[in-house]
């Protein structure tokens, strides 16, 4: 028993530097892990849905999908996972990490790709390397998906207005007959740079750990 | 007694005379003016008729007593000047702080260095100077007129147009700034005072430690009126500004509290620790309940401006006045009227946005924006002018103590409190942060008014000056040496652009995924609150405050709405489609429509003529149906009410979208590379270009010096060459004839007689001018009779004559409508077009006419073929 101890504590040590969380956060993340899988050593999609709090998220599929996308693993492999382990779900939680004040211009930089890296791939569906104007209808139809009828109707024209932005921004002297093919990943970052990626997109949650909140609440 | 007729009647007829001109001014305004000039006239009339009314009135009156007393003379000119002096002396003010604040804005030079609050509190000082130097004793910064009149708006218009998602974010920070920063502020500095007056003695012996808490409590706030004033000219970023200006509004309750506190226990003289938990209590009550009057009024409001969609008019004041009650409500029980007036703006808001008409809302927006500014504009000027006359007691020793506290204590509270912060922070407050929230700490007229209300306690000039002090020193010293500083460490700016649809899908996007992120983690963090309140707000809130289908909109949806709708008006306003996003349309997007016109390249003539039959017919009778609509119902209608006028809105900027697209199709080779521009040279008399059989319909005419001189001005002129009237024209039907574009390109590849358009380059012209030149292909016809000439230029859209004489100077119509003034010459068979602007030179080479067009820098040839 003992060792098995030892042996966890290890593999946590190791994703903890792997990845930069701290041996706490990966502890918590551990048990919220086993709970979802009902103490398996893999989750499933099925785990996934059967989330409550999903349920009303109108992204819910997309966001259940990142988790057994193999891209969002950066090791270099393509498609889908039927189930992952436990390092791939903190990998995939890697991508909520907030900045830390020591970080330099150019780590923020690398951090805000790696998150909009994150957000591409959620939307590139096939994995071309681009988003095609389908696949960025599907996104929006998505995102409107639970606002009922007008939602549909709404979603196709904001993506086509998105769609035309886009272009317009990265293309903007296009003949008429020239073909925008879809938004590559340097035109994805150029759409978005005005949203400050790498502060935004984070998880407050994986950035406290318990010591520190003793320490703040009892001052 | 004749003279007394005589004087009657003189006056009678004035009057006739009078109210028939200004009849007759009623009448031709009724039938020319718009309405709004109608109305003020029409009042401006009836007023001035009262007026003389009443001015006849009085002098049938006086005429009794004269009958029987021999009196003076009827007075013709009477000088009351008490009976409007309150009036007339505060607009006179008002027109001095506007001047003023108008005169600065001339000076580029000196507005880039000094802030504007510096300079309008220099005027202030000129001003009392100058009222103290005649005599008169100068107004001080009344409380009453201050808190009542002054503040609100200022208030009003940072709370109602509070970016609410940056400041929800931050709250945590902000609110630790607000309370436990001006706690410290008010009791270091009061504290450390104490101790410096009873070190130092003498005259500042006097002051005892409740008396020293109360100046701390005063002068500790950071001041929203000056935080504003400064911050608007530096445009930091987003959060900066939110941490400093947040922290400005929320102290207030801080302040408030503290205030009456000390205010009472130095009157009383000591302090029990039941006075202590009472405070805390009341520190509750005072922002909890200025909180909960401000959402009250707020709800309120945006319930009634449910059902004001008949009566647009009044729309907006609802607004301004719920807000005012609910910040005198709150003042009515020293609750905080600060805290009031931001809540009920922010409740208010989201909900009347969706309410109210469009001309509503634009409404809203000018009048606090013009209130804030002129408030904030006499704020600052009658704080100079109560430098000036109010009576100062001068202790270096305090002076100086007190700027220095000041400034240390503010320091230590926003370091000591980041780093407690910092631990609870996503994004942690770097040093650079820091000190940009310590130095914009500035001090206003809050502290000043507070002072002035003080009890006239025997320290109350002392503490006055000093404040004055410590306001004149943050507001000069750090106001102006912020910018540079700002600049010195490159804090990061805020973006100016406006928020773009992609932006807002990803924003929203986010949300949802950080929400489902917390979920899988199990943790219901701050996204997960959010996503229920929202949910919430959408399920009952909104039903309840919100009128008709718009309750219902996702954000997304309503976001793209509004856009739609900025750039349909953008599009109305500048005549053109300029300002769509670029040249792309959806063609460079549609994967379908590229294919189709390429898999469909082949018609049989007899359908294609079919076609463009139809298409001409619709184009003509879109021509006409546009026609009854004057520019003025264009701008006017549709916006008269975003609800009912959307879709049409929509569909306007649809058919826009289409004609330029069918423009396209209809007259750019499909080929471009290969084929150089098109443009067909005609004479009159084949008029039937788009339904001849014959495509090629090349023939033998003899041109005379020919000349497109109208459309070459639209190129170098600014304004596009076409109006969004004649473009809609083209759009009818666009959709229904699908297949057509097809046809139109296949039918250009087919070889019409083609001229030449090349652009020299010239970076000055808008790419977007050149391209619509380039799609637009005019028929030009010219007739000689002698020395007179007349040009007329065909487009599918409009066309334009002009008749002009050798020599002579002749007003000439461009393609865009706009009249020039031009004179022509010949030179060696040339003509030559000459206006202030450019020279343009047509002259006939073999079967080419060649056309050079000179402006500046810029030289534009178009050759054209002859037909």
Redesign the interface.
Known sequence: MGASQTRTEDIFQDLSDKTGFSLEQIRI?HK?FR??SGDEETISKEN?EN????D?????NQ?IEA?FDKRNQNDGEVGSSVEIGFEQFVKV?CH?K????KMTTEDKEAMRREKLRF?FN?HDTDNDGTI??DEYRK??EE??SK??A??LE?AK??A??????????N??????????EGITFEHFEQ??K??EME??????????DTS?MH??KS? | MNEKVFLHSLFSGYISLCSNTLTHMFVQAYTTCSTETLSSLSSLSLSISSHIMSLLGASQDTQGPTNVTHKKAFPVLIFNYAHVRTPFEISLWILLALLMKLGFHLIPRVSRVVPESCLLIVVGLLVGGFIKAIGEKAPALDDTLFFLYLLPPIILDAGYFLPIRPFTENVGTILVFAVVGTLWNAFFTGGVMYGVCQLEGGQLAGVDLLSCLLFGAIVSAVDPVAVLAVFEEIHINELLHILVFGESLLNDAVTVVLYHLFKEFSAVGTVTVVDGVLAVVCFFVVSLGGLMVGAIYGVLGAFTSRFTSHTRVIEPLFVFLYSYMAYLSAEVFHLSGIMSLIACGVTMRPYVEANVSHKSYTTIKYFLKMWSSVSETLIFIFLGVSTVAGPHAWNWTFVVVTVILCLVSRVMGVIGLTY?I???R???L?KKDQFIVAYGGLRGAIAYSLGFLLPNHQMKTLFLTAIITVVFFTVFVQGMTIRPLVELLAVKKK?E?R?????E??????D?????????????????WK?KLN?FNKTYVKRWLIAG?RS???Q??SF?NK??MRQAMLMVESGSSARL???????????KV?SR?RTLPKISKGREEEIRRILRANLQQTKQRLRSYSRHDLMGDPFEDMNENLSEMRFRKQRVEMERRMS?YLT?P???QETPLVRRVRFESDGQDYTSKERSDIRACNIGPTSSFSDAISVLDESPPLRPNQMSQGGARRRAEHGTQATADDAEETGEPQTQLRRVSDPAVP?MMIKMTKDVKPVTTIKQNGADFTIEVKTPMRTNVNSFSLGKETEITAMDGRKFKCTVREENGKLVFETDKFTSVREIQGEDMVETVTAGSACLIRKSKRV
């Open positions: 993340l919220r709970q979802l996934l989330i409550q709090a999903l009303k998220n109108p992204i819910r966001i988790f939680m909520f907030p900045p830390t004040l957000l959620m095609t104007l996104v929006v995102l409107l606002s009922g007008i939602g709404a024209a904001i086509d207005a998105a769609m035309l932005e886009v272009a317009s921004i293309v903007p002297h296009m003949e008429p007959d020239e073909f925008y759409i978005l005005g949203l502060s935004r997109m984070n998880i407050r949650f994986l950035d406290v520190t320490c703040g001052q | 407690i910092n631990k609870f996503i994004v942690k770097t973006k652009t928020r773009s649809i992609n932006e899908i990803h924003t929203q996007f986010l949802h995924l950080l929400t489902g992120i917390e979920g899988v983690c199990g943790h219901y963090g701050h996204h997960h996503d949910r289908d219902m909109e996702p997304l949806i793209y856009m739609e996003p670029g040249l792309i349309s959806m063609q460079n997007i549609q994967p590229e016109g396209h750019v499909a080929n471009r790419e």
